[in-house]
Every structure is written in structure tokens, then in C-alpha cells.
């Protein structure tokens, strides 16, 4: 890798072809190993449904329950913020889209880049209040260890590289792109063996509760 | 009950893995919400008493062992094995902080339920030989003797013959093919003996054909409370071969919330068998006979009075209408407090805090959750539906100097029951 282009083809072509297969096998492996370890059939006779009332929970947990959003309205309102802004970043600035166009074989419209600018600034301030916060807060700090810190950095990087990529800073264009590029990577394959995981199995564990809950009459 | 492990509370944990509990556990973002519906960290303050921390060792146990890339981080000496020492540590944690109460599991935004594991992780702790002493008593009063405070049926005898004595009632005991199956808690056979006297009268009224059984009178089970699914079993067992004996169509689940739990939702998980008969809450069944126009009151109460949810009956037990509906035919000034049903808090003696002395002084600090809910709503009378609760809101209203009756809601019925010779 003598150069920058260099390292931009080798981003683009073998490390992403590595991340891409970690990341896809990597989760699929976790989700099997929650599935596969099955649960024992429950005897009790039923007061009501699982499915349905499973189906409600995966929704209404997308809401804060009251009490809990007056006492720490900060985690659930930055939680929204950055949740929000990263995928708006990810999924609606016109090169993300025509990249996986490229890919997926299918588009959708995209936002403008002063709106996907801003929403990248805004996103950024919020994790650092998180990143903030989680060092603050004594439940968050007494609970985090090493991982927490790390996603935070998985979660950060790539929203701040493709801002100094987008404004053309610390040139050369070709390596800020590139090492925007290498941190969706170690996004990537960071997922399937920390709590990003939590994207994909969050279904399912607010499935279990409100059916678990359902099962016995009660909309949890 | 074999000697106790660290290998074998190992293997308990292991065994309780499922796949509920590996999705919760990849879920969890330590975002910290949970410890602001828990009140033993709401009153404290101690992150320690985070919900999710309190489920460490099964945490580890799921990571290192279930998961490829903790069984990776273990080869290469990265992991942090569970120890005796940590359950140890860990143990007032598990069982002095934690009425397995579940309001956390309501709020988890990630959906995770919080109690369920922690009640798979008593078992661990159980079969390694960390539970507090009170509890380990009560499990072996409630195997040798019948009952978690001692209670034999001579007890239960005496009783009834007083009552027998006081209203002239007769208390059906033993009679084969009744439709229903009346069990008792201790503390109603000990404390609060109004609720076998308001049983006889509101079934005399109504109707029903009951009896009591000389051989499963007892429905507590410390087994559920300690993590012991073979105490558990055991306990369950003995009330479905009296049931079973008397050729019963239905066991009253009587007014004590883990009671309801054991009998009710993991009794024939625990004996490995559906019941021949179905399960009532008594606060169901007289439902049922207030919407059959079978449970007749006069009078209406009109003290401002609230209903303290127990957790195991409401928010883990899904009897969230039965116990409005008949408050509302006896009381002109019901009133709800801020967070009720579902969402209500614990009066922090649920899952065996109760029988466990050590846990006494925090038991009665984070009481001031439900002092504060009081507080709110200036009641003259607190209406509940379990045994335990009502206990442990009499203790803590007094820590706090709060003047204020608790009664059962069985009970209140009864006192308005329109009497035959009316």
C-alpha cells in the first residue's frame, strides 16, 4: 500500500469482502445460538396469547414507559437522537444510497446533504453527551467495562470520518475515504462479538417478554 | 437436599439457559434504565442494586460457555470464571435486593425480562450453597413440617374451630368430590385467620361447594422464593395429590401473591404434568360470582381507600380487573395511586425478602417508595390481596409512623356480605 489509492482499493475490494463475511456469518452464528437452545414447553394452562401480545412488545417497548422517561429522560432522549441520526446518515445521504443501489439492486430518494450534514453534527454531539454521560452517571459508569467504551468508538467513527470526508478535511480526499470506509468495517466485524448485536436480537427478546407476559393475561 | 457446590450451582445455572434468556443478554446495552423501576436502587441510590448487575454470574456463565466467541475469550484466559467468592458477593445482591417483583422487566426498552432470569439464577445460588439463612429455613420447615413458619393442621383445627365457634358456620374439611379446593397461606393461618371466616361466609351465600384438605392446606412455596425447583416440586406435589384425593375441580390459589405463582403458572412445569384440575385466584373466583350476581353485598364503603397491587397476582399473575371490580361494589371512594396495576411498585418483601431477617433494614428503607405512592393520595384505609404484602406494608407503615389500617380484600367482602337471614 504505497499510496493512498492504494489503501482506498484494498479498503474497498479485500478488507471490505473480509468485514462483509465476519459480520454476516457472525450474526447469523449468534442468532442460531439463541434459537437453537429452544425453551422448555410450558405446562400451565394459558390466560392468553403469545404471538400476538410478543408482537406488541417487539412495538410499545419503542416507547419509554412514563416513570422510567421522567427519571432518566436523558438516556432515552439522546438514545432516540443518535439511534435515529446514525441510521438517517447511513441510509438516506445519496452515495450510501447509490452504493447500495450498486449492491442491492434497489434505491429509495435521499436527503439533501445540508439536512444529512446537519443530522451528522447533531449525532456526533449526542454521543460525545452519551459518551459523557455513561462516565457520569453512576449506574452507567458502574456498569460499563471496556466493550461499552469500544462500540461507543465503533458507533462514533464512522459518523465523524464521513463528516471530514464529506468536507474534504485532512486531505488526501482518497485516505479519509478510505479510513472512513475501514471504520464501517470495524463496525462490522466488531458486531457479531459485542452488544451490537443487541440490533438484531432486540426482536427477539422483547418477543419472549410479551409473550412470556401474555401467556399469563398481561400486556407487558 | 445433596450437599451443596460451587460445581453443582455451576450446573443449575447451565441448565437454566434457554433461548429467552441468550436473547436478553445479547440485548442488553447497559443503558441503566432498569435500575430507575427498581426500588431498591430508586430509594438507595447504590448502583449495585442496578437490576441487570444482580444477574452477573448468569451472565458470565452465558457468555463463556454459550456463545462461540466467549468460549474463545475462556480458551485464551480472557474470562472471568465464577467463583464461590463472587456468589458470595453477589448473594444479598440476588436475594435481600430483589423481590423478584418484575417491574424492570416492564421497562427494559430492549425488552429483556429481568426477573424471570433472575429467579433461573437463584437456582445456581441455591445448589452452591449461597442463600441466606432465613430462607434455607423456611425451605426446611416448609419439607419437614408442612409449612415455612411451622404450621401443622392443628393448627389450621384451631382455627377453624373458632371460627366454627364464633359464627357458627361449619369449615369443610376433607370432603371428597367438593368442586373447589381452598388453600391457605401461614400467615393467614397465623396472622390474619379473618380470611378462612370471610372464605365460609361468602361461599356459604354463594353457594359454592368447598373444602379445606387436612393433607394440602399450605399453598406458600418457599421452593419458587429460594430457587430450589426440587423443594418447589415437592411442595406442588403435595397440594395437586390432595386435590387429586379429593376429586376436586378447581384449587383456590388463596390471597398470597407467590403463592399464586408457584400453584398457578410453575407448579406443573415444576411436576412435569398439567393439572386434572384448573387454578383460581380467590380474587378470581369472586369475580366470577359478583358477575353471576352470586356475591351480594350492602353498603358501601366511605373511607378514601386505595388497592396495593400485589406484583405476583397483578403484574406477574394477570388478576389486574377481579380486584377493581369488587372494590368498586364496596367502595364509594376508590382511588388509584400513581402507579398501579401493571406498573405498581413492590412493598419490597415479595420473593422471600420477607423471610429473609438480613434483609430487614433495607427491606424497610426502600419501603419509603410506597410510603411516598401513599403519600400522594391521603387514604384512610389500604386495601391488598396478599398475605405477605399486607404484612410488610403493616411493618413499614409503623417503621414510618404512618397510622393508617391495611386490610385484605376478602375480608372487606365478607363485611359487606348480605347475611341469608337478611
Known amino acids: 500500500m504505497s499510496s493512498p489509492i492504494d489503501f482506498l482499493l484494498w479498503v474497498k475490494g479485500p478488507a471490505f469482502d473480509i468485514a462483509l463475511a465476519v459480520f454476516v456469518i457472525g450474526v447469523v452464528v449468534r442468532l442460531l445460538e439463541i434459537v437453537l437452545l429452544g425453551r422448555k414447553q410450558d405446562l400451565a394452562e394459558p390466560k392468553g396469547g403469545e404471538f400476538g401480545p410478543g408482537l406488541r412488545t417487539v412495538m410499545t417497548r419503542t416507547l419509554p414507559e412514563t416513570g422510567s422517561f421522567k427519571r432518566s429522560p436523558f438516556t432515552v432522549i439522546g438514545g432516540y437522537i443518535w439511534h435515529i441520526g446514525f441510521l438517517i446518515c447511513l441510509l438516506f445521504f445519496v452515495p450510501h444510497i447509490e452504493l447500495l443501489h450498486s449492491v442491492l439492486g434497489i434505491k429509495w430518494p435521499g436527503l439533501s446533504n445540508h439536512i444529512v450534514d446537519a443530522v451528522a453534527v447533531v449525532t456526533m454531539v449526542t454521543l460525545v453527551a452519551m459518551l459523557i454521560d455513561r462516565i457520569t452517571h453512576s449506574v452507567k459508569r458502574f456498569l460499563s467495562g471496556p466493550e461499552d467504551y469500544l462500540v461507543w468508538l465503533a458507533a462514533f467513527l464512522p459518523i465523524v470520518t464521513g463528516y471530514l470526508a464529506y468536507h474534504r478535511v485532512l486531505a488526501p480526499y482518497p485516505l479519509v475515504l478510505g479510513i472512513h470506509i475501514l471504520s464501517i468495517e470495524f463496525l462490522m466485524v466488531l458486531f457479531p462479538f459485542t452488544k451490537l448485536m443487541h440490533t438484531f436480537t432486540f426482536p427477539l427478546a422483547r418477543w419472549y417478554n410479551g409473550a412470556m407476559a401474555g401467556r399469563r393475561g398481561v400486556q407487558s | ?422
Open chain 2, 1 to 422: 437436599m445433596s450437599k451443596a457446590t460451587l460445581e453443582r450451582g455451576l450446573n443449575a445455572l447451565r441448565e437454566e439457559i434457554d433461548a429467552p434468556v441468550a436473547a436478553f443478554f445479547s440485548s442488553c446495552v447497559n443503558c441503566g434504565l432498569c435500575a430507575e423501576a427498581c426500588l431498591f436502587y430508586t430509594e438507595t441510590g447504590d448502583p449495585r442494586y442496578t437490576p441487570i448487575n444482580k444477574l452477573e454470574p448468569l451472565r458470565r456463565i452465558w457468555e463463556q460457555e454459550f456463545t462461540l466467541w466467549g468460549r474463545v475469550k475462556k480458551a485464551l484466559g480472557l474470562a472471568q470464571p465464577v467463583t464461590d467468592e463472587l456468589l458470595q458477593e453477589w448473594e444479598p445482591l440476588v436475594y435481600d435486593a430483589c423481590s423478584l417483583c418484575g417491574r424492570c422487566s416492564m421497562v427494559c426498552p430492549v425488552g429483556n425480562d429481568i426477573a424471570y432470569m433472575i429467579r433461573k439464577e437463584r437456582e445456581g445460588f441455591v445448589a452452591s450453597g449461597n442463600a441466606p439463612e432465613g430462607m434455607k429455613g423456611a425451605s426446611t420447615r416448609a419439607i419437614k413440617i408442612g409449612s415455612p413458619m411451622g404450621v401443622k393442621f392443628p393448627a389450621v383445627q384451631a382455627q377453624v374451630r373458632h371460627i366454627e365457634a364464633d359464627t357458627g358456620l361449619k369449615i369443610p374439611v376433607d370432603v371428597e368430590g367438593a368442586d373447589y379446593l381452598a388453600l391457605l397461606s401461614s400467615m393467614e393461618i397465623m396472622n390474619f385467620p379473618e380470611y378462612i371466616e370471610a372464605l365460609a361466609r361468602i361461599f356459604k351465600q354463594a353457594g359454592v361447594s368447598w373444602t379445606l384438605c387436612s393433607e394440602a392446606f399450605e399453598a406458600t412455596n418457599a421452593g419458587i422464593q429460594i430457587g430450589s425447583s426440587d423443594i418447589a416440586a415437592e411442595l406442588v406435589e403435595r397440594v395437586v395429590k390432595g386435590a387429586e384425593k379429593l376429586k376436586v375441580k378447581y384449587v383456590i390459589s388463596p390471597e398470597c401473591g407467590h403463592a399464586y405463582t408457584a400453584i398457578r403458572w410453575e407448579g406443573p412445569n415444576l411436576i412435569g404434568r398439567r393439572y386434572p384440575f384448573k387454578v383460581v385466584h380467590i380474587l378470581e373466583l369472586l369475580d366470577e360470582l359478583r358477575a353471576a350476581g352470586k356475591l351480594k353485598t350492602k353498603g358501601m364503603e366511605e373511607a378514601r381507600l386505595t388497592f396495593h397491587d400485589p406484583c405476583q397476582i397483578v403484574r406477574k399473575g394477570g388478576v389486574l380487573e377481579p380486584p377493581r371490580n369488587l372494590l368498586n361494589q364496596v367502595a364509594a371512594n376508590f382511588v388509584e395511586m400513581s402507579d398501579h396495576r401493571e406498573m405498581n411498585w413492590c412493598c419490597g418483601g415479595g420473593g422471600g425478602v420477607s423471610a429473609n431477617e438480613r434483609a430487614d433494614e433495607l427491606r424497610l428503607k426502600v419501603f419509603a417508595r410506597k410510603k411516598s405512592q401513599l403519600d400522594e393520595l391521603n387514604v384512610d384505609k389500604l386495601v391488598t390481596a396478599c398475605a405477605n404484602c399486607r404484612l410488610m406494608l403493616e411493618d413499614g407503615l409503623e417503621e414510618y409512623r404512618v397510622e393508617l389500617p391495611v386490610v385484605g380484600l376478602t375480608e372487606m367482602l365478607a363485611e359487606h356480605l348480605v347475611e341469608d337471614n337478611e
